[in-house]
């Protein structure tokens, strides 16, 4: 079986493009999920924290 340049630029160009939609939909239902809540508030929040927030000395 010969396959050719431009057949695998075809098949590597549609099959991207539904592995990539197919990802980010997971990452989407990841992030929304209910039971995942509790982690990124906590994530928002500990970025800020005021003990971070100084100066070195």
Partial sequence: MD???DTL???S???GLFY???FSIGVL???FWPSNRKRFDKAKKNIL???D???WK
């Fill in 13 to 15: 160009k549609s099959w």
């Fill in 3 to 5: 396959v050719d340049h």
């Fill in 20 to 22: 990539l939609i197919a």
């Fill in 29 to 31: 239902i990841y992030t």
């Fill in 53 to 55: 927030d100084k100066p």
């Fill in 9 to 11: 630029v075809s098949v």
């Fill in 49 to 51: 924290r005021d003990e």
